[in-house]
């Protein structure tokens, strides 16, 4: 069942709430929600898209783009990773994450990013605008993401020529956000294939 959510931008006050969502969300008290302080002073040529969404006026979900580049063979170009997206467990399988999704793609649409990056389930955000990245002519920045896991969607201003390699800012790096270090749940994206 869908139930109605507002999706907005997220605000100062939101900040610990947003916390205790992704906390939430990933079963992680400290590495995500760390990562999302992290992006939201990371200096890019893009700011930080963060959205929540609220029911009764509570956060019970958040999703946040910030700056990367596609490092192409013509010249950089600047994209957005959609990392991370976090529904409270009282309201996944709502549709939250879905309309978070939506709401992003937009938004950086409406910004002129050509392409948007993220590690995730094929199943998952393949039925949501992405595809497989490698289909599409882009390069991994990591030997620990599972190939099936690496996708892109392509926005109104991408332009054919934009192929390369895709480039996590400092922040995903500095917070050990990229790729999998969980060999088993490594195989079972992997396998996905």
């Known amino acids: 069942m869908t139930f109605a959510y507002e999706i907005r931008p997220e605000q100062d006050q939101d900040h610990s709430a947003v916390r205790r969502v992704q ?20 200096p890019g040529a893009n700011a930080p ?3 929540v969404a609220t029911r009764h006026d509570q956060v019970v979900g958040h999703v946040m783009l910030s700056a990367c580049r596609l490092d192409s063979q013509p010249r950089l170009v600047d994209v957005l990773s959609l990392s991370p997206l976090g529904v409270h467990p009282d309201h996944q399988r709502h549709g ?32 949501r605008g992405f595809q497989r990245a490698s289909a599409c002519g882009f390069r991994s920045p990591s030997l620990r993401i599972p190939d099936p896991a690496f996708q892109v969607a392509k926005l109104s201003s991408y332009e054919p020529w934009m192929t390369g390699t895709f480039v996590y800012s400092e922040s995903f790096w500095a917070n050990d956000c990229v790729g999998l270090r969980d060999p088993e749940l490594f195989a079972r994206i992997a396998a996905q294939d």
């Open 49 to 51: 898209i963060s959205l």
């Open 96 to 127: 939250v994450g879905t309309q978070l999704i939506k709401a992003a793609l937009k938004a950086a649409d409406d910004r002129g990013v050509p392409l948007v990056f993220l590690e995730g389930s094929p199943t998952y955000y393949g039925t």
């Open 23 to 42: 906390a939430l969300a990933f079963d992680d008290p400290e590495q995500v929600p760390e990562l999302v302080d992290a992006l939201r002073g990371a």
